[in-house]
């Protein structure tokens, strides 16, 4: 039996869904189906359901795509404003290699005015050593001219004293040529004195312009050697830094360098103003101290250009991956990146980044077209993936040179240069070099 909550449930959907009979006629026969409320309720749940799901899809859909429009745009919003900042950085990176070259014209510069100092501090100490040897000479001569001076005056008062007695007067009455005789002699002997006055006086006046000269000389040699020591202050603490930024021990570093350049003699050689085996003056031991400090910025310059402080590549690129792990496209995986890769325009040139010998120039597999540069100190250049080769095995080059053009031949996804430093065969960061000398030059 029912119930009567069934039935009031049922005389809700009479009222809502009446019962409705759908007849089927043909020949022969007719048929109805019967819509009891409950099956038109099911129906009409389904059909709003199949609805509200088409709505919903379709809301779905529209929205997918506004938001994958928006993102679209973004990325090309970000894509412009990564270009925008790639080529911000191409000029700085273009502006700093300007400066660099502008500071390296200042080092020549200040290298030669160096050097013109250097000559003049030289002619000066030679000039102060004449001046010296002739304030003694001149010395010499006054304390002969006192001493005579002296010895006239002597001569002089005996020979009065000998006029003004009762026997020179007996013996000039008796012999007058005589007394014309020594009176002459008195005349020239006083000739003498004045004379020999005079040229006391003039050496002293002599002693004291040398002596004011040397005084200047003094004074402009001290602003030559404060003006050379503050010029090698600037330039030896730079290099130095330079080699300790990139982790070279300095002292082994020049102790190498000065090794292959071991000939003696020129400019550089100390000082070395007397012969007697004496104690050196102070002015002596600060101009040695000096050309020490002049020999070991030589020897810096030397290591420098022997050493891979440069960039590869002189135009505009892009840096694409640096030295370090990063992701495999291929495998998914990690690995090592041994150094540093530049993208630019295919047949970009390329630079030796330092002195060397070509040790490899042809094909390597994984690196395509392949520059191997032995340089000194146990270091080695590698440029790799060029589209052609401009030097030999066996070649030696210098920094600057051009060796190969940019491309992407073996194992490579585009145009660009994959550049590595090694010492002592262990791959080291390049970019510790390049940015080591950046600072300086």
């Not at 070279?248 to 103003?273: A, H, K, N």
């Amino acid at each position: 039996m029912r119930t009567r909550l069934a039935i009031k449930i049922h005389a809700f959907l009479e009222r809502r869904f009446p019962e409705r009979r759908v007849f089927l006629k043909s020949d022969s026969d007719t048929r109805f189906i019967r819509l009891r409320p409950e099956t038109q309720l099911m129906a009409f749940a389904g059909a709003s359901a199949l609805v509200a799901w088409t709505i919903v899809a379709t809301a779905i859909l529209l929205m997918d795509s506004i938001g994958s429009g928006n993102f679209r745009e973004q990325a090309r919003r970000d894509q412009a404003t990564y270009q925008d900042r790639l080529n911000a950085l191409s000029q700085e990176r273009d502006a700093r290699a300007e400066e660099a070259l502008a500071a390296q014209e200042r080092f020549n510069a200040a290298l030669a005015q160096v050097s013109a100092m250097q000559s003049e501090l030289l002619n000066s100490e030679i000039r102060r050593s004449e001046l010296e040897t002739g304030i003694e000479v001149v010395q010499t001569t006054l304390r002969t001219a006192m001493k005579e001076r002296e010895t006239a005056r002597a001569t002089l008062a005996q020979m009065q004293l000998e006029a003004e007695s009762d026997d020179a007067q007996k013996l000039a009455s008796a012999a007058p040529a005589q007394m014309d005789l020594i009176a002459d002699a008195l005349s020239r002997t006083a000739a003498e004195r004045d004379q020999i006055i005079a040229d006391a006086q003039s050496a002293l006046e002599a002693r004291d312009e040398l002596e004011l000269e040397i005084a200047l000389m003094r004074e402009q040699n001290e602003q030559i050697f404060r003006q050379l020591e503050e010029a090698m202050a600037i330039s030896v603490e730079p290099l130095d830094k330079m080699f300790r930024s990139a982790g070279m021990p300095t002292d082994r570093i020049i102790e190498q360098v000065r090794r292959g350049y071991s000939g003696v003699g020129g400019p550089l050689t100390p000082l070395s103003f007397s012969t007697r085996g004496e104690e050196a003056s102070p002015d002596e031991i600060r101009a040695n101290r000096l050309l020490q400090q002049m020999d070991q910025l030589n020897l810096y310059r030397m290591a420098a250009q022997k050493a891979p402080f440069a960039s590869p590549v002189r135009a505009a690129v892009r840096y694409t991956s640096g030295f370090g792990t990063r992701r495999d496209p291929k495998t998914g995986g990690r690995r090592m990146h041994n150094g540093s890769d530049f993208a630019g325009a295919h047949g970009t040139d390329i630079f030796a980044t330092a002195d060397g010998v070509v040790t490899h120039a042809g094909w390597q597999s994984g690196f395509g077209r392949l520059v191997k540069i032995k340089h000194e100190f146990g270091i080695e250049t590698l440029y790799a993936h060029n589209t052609s080769i401009r030097v030999k095995v066996g070649q030696r080059v210098s920094r600057g040179d051009h060796i190969a053009d940019m491309g992407s031949t073996g194992r490579s996804t585009g145009t660009h240069l994959h550049y590595e430093v090694r010492v002592n065969g262990k791959p080291v960061n390049p970019m510790t070099y390049i940015k080591a000398a950046r600072d300086v030059f």
